[in-house]
């Protein structure tokens, strides 16, 4: 989990529709983080069902494999509960903030939640304790293993007598308790009566186990009904209280006119009501099994994945009609410097780079002004995974390919920028700014600024330029001055509470001149940590 990271998508809940989802998402090349609770509604069952290629499979074993098969996609999976969630405006369009119990926070572009649902029980000792092994409640998922057994449905509530007529289909022996409930209506008695269904009056006030089996059921009038299963039809509780912060909240779940809990509305595709906030499975779908809640969090995925691009071609052609892709000038000089020579850079990253990252630990890292890619690909060598950006085309076109043979392309974004106009979005570990000086008309405070904004908590930013005209061009240029370091920090504008200055110096290094000749140079070099 990288908190300092804007995901496409975080996902609230590891089960089947949570999985699928992101599944779905990460094969479309999403950045996708799961938050798993580690209470999936079907933890108490032994066995899945009905789930083609997985029948029998214990659920632990489902969600394992899954785990695994996202995470060849990218997809990241934490542990953890997520607590709140909320809504934030930024200039680049909504993003959820999501809190974690124990402090962590995430944010991202869309929030997927599938967080299942409570199965509220009778409040019957012993009852609960058997749930999902011999108190069971859907046919589908477990009737077939009590089929010619002896079978007790708990009247709890008004979908008793269906319940009943559906595991008649598996046994010849059911019989439906009346408990507290008020009477059959004539009609569903004549149902249960024609079917051979028999009827028992009384609350049931315990069950009677033996040998860790279900026994039979008691009555307040002391008898005992020898039963092997019993049926019960829990109210559905929807595990919301983390949509509480974006002002969406569970509504009736209603089947034939009767009330039987509560779940988040949605679309088929699974949006809400809230702009950017999607959910899948029993959170939503409460009768949904185990299949169809993955069925759901597929296309949920697949829904948010549109979404996305939908909105990322929104930009595009916005960008593109206002110009942002770039200044064409600006990119047509940088790209007739690259296109005059084959090679302009030596392809080595730069020195004080590598004296600087060298020792940290791999992240992420934005190389501004990426060139050739020198920078890039020396950190990308060394784990880091790369934004690399630059005006030019051509540098780019160049870059990659170097990237692809070295074997690092993976771990590179190289996107074209003109950052006069427009900077990536995100925040990173590190971000480089090697000689980020131009001949032509540069805001360079205002992009080292913005370079300072991309910083993640404990991440840096390195600044290095020139300190003076080299020697073989001093003659052509004598006006030129390059700011100090000092000046540079002063025009970075930064909090010192929030930020420490690690170094602020003016190094040498020995170069080659055009014509071969030996000469030392002095570079400017800024490098602060936030904190």
């Not at 999985?19 to 899945?48: C, F, K, M, Y």
């Not at 083609?52 to 995470?71: D, H, I």
């Not at 279900?214 to 595990?239: C, D, H, I, K």
Request: glycine share 12%; charged share 25%; hydrophobic share 45%.
């Amino acid at each position: 989990m990288r908190e300092h990271l804007t995901y496409d998508v975080v996902v609230v809940g590891g089960g089947a529709a949570g999985l699928s989802g992101a599944l779905t998402l990460g094969r479309s090349r999403r950045s996708v983080l799961v938050i798993d609770g580690g209470t999936p509604r079907n933890a108490p069952a032994a066995h899945v069902h009905n789930y083609l290629t997985s029948e029998g499979v214990a659920p632990a074993e489902l969600y394992a494999t899954g785990r695994a098969e996202v995470a060849g996609y990218g997809v990241e999976v934490v542990d953890g509960t997520a607590t709140t969630a909320r809504r934030v405006e930024g200039s680049g369009g909504a993003r959820f903030d999501v809190e974690l119990a124990d402090g962590r926070r995430v944010r991202s572009r869309r929030l997927l939640v599938t967080t299942g649902l409570v199965d509220e029980l009778p409040a019957i000792p012993g009852l609960a304790e058997r749930w999902g092994r011999d108190v069971l409640h859907c046919p589908y998922c477990h009737g077939w293993e009590v089929r010619d057994g002896a079978v007790g449905v708990l009247a709890t509530g008004p979908m008793a007598t269906h319940q009943a007529l559906l595991f008649r289909q598996l046994t010849d022996d059911v019989v439906v308790f009346t408990h507290t409930g008020p009477p059959l209506p004539p009609e569903q008695a004549e149902q249960l009566a024609a079917r051979g269904v028999r009827v028992v009056e009384g609350e049931v006030t315990a069950l009677e186990v033996t040998d860790d089996r279900l026994a039979g059921v008691r009555l307040r009038s002391g008898e005992l009904v020898a039963r092997q299963a019993l049926v019960v039809g829990p109210a559905f509780t929807a595990r919301a209280d983390l949509l509480a912060g974006l002002d969406l909240k569970p509504s009736e779940f209603v089947v034939g006119g009767q009330v039987l809990g509560s779940h988040v509305a949605a679309d088929a595709g699974g949006a809400t009501a809230v702009p950017g906030v999607w959910v899948a499975g029993n959170v939503t779908d409460p009768q949904a099994t185990v299949i169809a809640a993955a069925a759901a969090g597929m296309k949920a995925g697949a829904a948010l994945n549109a979404d996305l691009i939908a909105e990322e071609t929104a930009e595009a052609v916005a960008a593109r009609r206002a110009g942002d892709a770039g200044d064409e000038e600006t990119a047509r000089f940088w790209d007739a410097l690259y296109q005059g020579r084959d090679q302009v850079w030596s392809g080595r990253a730069n020195p004080h780079l590598v004296d600087v990252a060298g020792p940290l630990p791999a992240g992420t890292a934005l190389d501004l002004g990426c060139g050739e890619g020198g920078d890039a690909i020396w950190l990308a060598g060394r784990g880091w995974r790369v934004t690399a950006v630059d005006v030019s085309a051509t540098a780019l076109d160049r870059a990659a390919a170097e990237a692809a043979t070295a074997g690092v392309a993976s771990r590179i974004d190289f996107r074209r920028h003109d950052l006069t106009r427009t900077f990536p979005e995100g925040v990173f570990d590190l971000v480089s700014a090697q000689f980020l000086q131009s001949p032509l008309e540069f805001p360079r405070a205002e992009v080292l600024r913005a370079a300072a904004r991309a910083v993640a908590p404990g991440g840096r930013l390195l600044i290095v330029e020139h300190g003076e005209v080299p020697p073989w061009s001093r003659l052509a240029h004598p006006e030129l001055r390059f700011p100090t370091p000092e000046e540079t920090l002063a025009e970075l504008d930064l909090d010192p509470d929030g930020w420490r200055t690690e170094r602020l110096d003016a190094p040498r290094r020995e170069v080659t001149g055009p014509d071969g000749q030996p000469a030392a140079l002095v570079d400017h070099l800024v490098l602060v940590r936030r904190r």
